[in-house]
């Protein structure tokens, strides 16, 4: 596929939730000429987009482009379209690619925006695309950074990472999404900067329970950093690259994300601190929080890569009731004594 390819006259988002739709708003705002077409689950959501230019739910009084247009009929969203984009929960994605299926326009590439891990299959999210539509390597791509969705909403500048194993595909799609408040940088590194998008949430979580028991600023960067050691192990072990990890996708959404009161899941980490059960944070929150899902899918595939994840297997022990919050913050860090260095123990 060349660079040179034309911008596709329609791109489908598929996800009208918080980075759905807001992701559609940085392709219809950086080209106007492009008709940007989103699937909404719920008809009313598709509703007050069309009518109003809101999607209030998600994206309170954030006004959208006239050239976003919202429907909750799959075949009228994905016809035509030669680029597809994914932007719903993890676990509910190879349910969705089996009605999508049929519907996909001839050789549309299609890319993933999610950041989880399937349970009992342990497959990323371009796995889970490629098995279930059968495509090539080479149409199916992932996006992924320090995005949290209503900042890019604001129009905060913000950059990010398209991957595909043809970098060809991914300058094509990074052109399709580059906006004044967006810049995309481009890899090949699928693997790696899906990973990092994967366990940075799981890490999320641990550095929201700390913050819900009030400890400082010494504590998240250690969690921080010992995270992402282990991020990097697993993507390692797995085919991906160092400098993946300390890029955009890798150490750049780690930061963002335990850092932020905007991240889901660093709060219902925060809440978890706080001394609310998983039943009343699940009930709590409004939002996908894919840490909470995706943890036990982590830590299974590090076991079948012989990798050590102790904050990750920590954070799976507290979300499965085998460790208190209370004990939690004393097993993030006490492993044996061992060089800094040392990324593959
Ligand atoms: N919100 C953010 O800042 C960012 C989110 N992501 C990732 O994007 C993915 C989507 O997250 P958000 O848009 O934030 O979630 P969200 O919770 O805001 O919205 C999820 C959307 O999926 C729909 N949905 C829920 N269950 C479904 C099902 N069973 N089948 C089909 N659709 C269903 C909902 O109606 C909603 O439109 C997640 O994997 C998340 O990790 C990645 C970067 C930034
Ligand atoms: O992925 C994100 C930021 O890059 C969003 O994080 P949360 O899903 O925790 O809100």
């Not at 990097?232 to 160092?242: K, N, Q």
Request: aromatic content about 2%.
């Amino acid at each position: 596929m060349s660079a040179r390819r034309p911008l596709p006259a329609k791109v489908a988002v598929l996800g009208a939730g918080s980075w759905g739709t807001t992701f559609a708003k940085v392709v219809a705002d950086a080209h106007p000429d492009i008709q940007v077409s989103l699937w909404a689950r719920r008809a009313e959501v598709a509703k007050e987009i069309n009518e109003f230019h809101l999607n209030s739910q998600y994206l309170k009084d954030i006004r959208l482009p006239e050239n976003l247009a919202a429907s909750a009929d799959l075949a009228q969203v994905l016809g035509g379209a030669p680029l597809v984009v994914l932007a719903v929960p993890a676990q509910s994605v190879r349910a969705q690619l089996k009605t999508v299926k049929p519907l996909l326009a001839p050789g549309a590439v299609v890319v993933s925006l999610m950041k989880g891990l399937e349970r009992g299959t342990d497959a990323r999210m371009s796995q889970v695309i490629r098995e279930e539509l059968g495509l090539p390597q080479d149409r199916v791509a992932v996006i992924s950074g320090p995005n949290l969705a209503m900042e890019i909403a604001r129009r905060e500048p913000t950059a990010s990472v398209v991957a595909c194993t043809d970098l060809e595909v991914a300058q094509w799609i990074a052109a399709v999404c580059t906006a004044p408040y967006f810049r995309p940088y481009t890899n090949t590194d699928v693997v790696g900067v899906e990973i990092g998008g994967i366990v940075k949430n799981v890490i999320a979580l641990s550095v929201g329970i700390c913050d819900g028991k009030h400890m400082g600023d010494n504590t998240k960067a250690s969690v921080i950093t010992r995270g992402l050691a282990e991020t990097t192990r697993l993507a390692l072990a797995l085919g991906g690259e160092l400098e993946t990890m300390a890029g955009l996708a890798g150490l750049g959404d780690l930061v963002a994300t335990c850092s932020s009161p905007l991240s889901r899941n660093h709060t219902a980490g925060r809440l978890l601190g706080e001394g609310l059960s998983l039943d009343e944070v699940n009930q709590r929150m409004t939002q996908t929080a894919e840490g909470i899902k995706s943890g036990r899918a982590v830590l299974d595939l590090a076991a079948q890569m012989g990798v050590e994840m102790p904050i990750t297997e920590a954070v799976v022990a507290v979300l499965e009731g085998h460790l208190s919050v209370e004990e939690l913050a004393p097993r993030l860090l006490t492993r044996e004594l061992k060089s800094e260095g040392e990324q593959q123990q």
